[in-house]
């Protein structure tokens, strides 16, 4: 019988730590698990998305569902060129750097367009149900970093220029992508996996590592 693919996207919020997990999974799964295929296929979006604090006031006059679009289109191009179908048809573990929980946030990130973010969600969930009936491709696992508010706020202003922000307009930000994901992961056949990355790197990977291979183990015993 020939083994289920494993697929991972790391994903979270921005400056939560996602990018150096991505990084370290990348030279420690092949370490820890030699005879095992890995595909690590990098991000969908090709630059990272804006921050939804820092947008244009044309962006943000556009509609979550237009932002949801736009994003789908960019996975839809990734799925393509990555030939994800294929690679997920295969007996390997592949990881991403962000995937659909990335695309639901962006467009979700207007706090007060409570009706529009409703609408998006709808249209992502069907999207879904849609993309797997004609292609095939499973929502993947979701390793979510996740800091403390503080935390994830004073990286947020180490990386993006947002001191002219108040700080308590910034958690309060961090705090409303939380509930984001927090409704995303109780989206059907979604699952997502928290992993606490507020300590140093090496602990976080360790994390992460640990994680899938425990999916891994699990994958290969179904199919001894």
Sequence with gaps: MTPKALFFAVSGQ???GRLSLYNGLRHELP???PNTEFEFIGKPFGEDLQHPLLWSSAERKRFPTAKLLDRW??????NKHK????????????VSYGFGLDAMMYAAACAT???QNDEAFRMHDLLVKDRLSLNGITPPTYLI????????VDRMLQKHPLSNIRREVLTEFVRYE?????????LKGQHLEFINS???????VERGASLISAYIHARNIHVA
């Design 113 to 115: 367009c409570t009706d």
């Design 145 to 152: 970093t996740q800091a403390d508010d503080t935390t994830t």
């Design 73 to 78: 289109g960019d996975l839809e191009q990734f």
């Design 31 to 33: 370490r820890r698990f």
């Design 14 to 16: 921005t400056c939560s």
């Design 178 to 186: 939380e509930g984001v994901i927090d409704r995303y992961g109780r």
């Design 83 to 94: 030939g994800l179908e294929q690679l997920l048809k295969a007996d390997k573990v592949v």
């Design 198 to 204: 507020g300590g140093p790197v090496n602990s976080l």
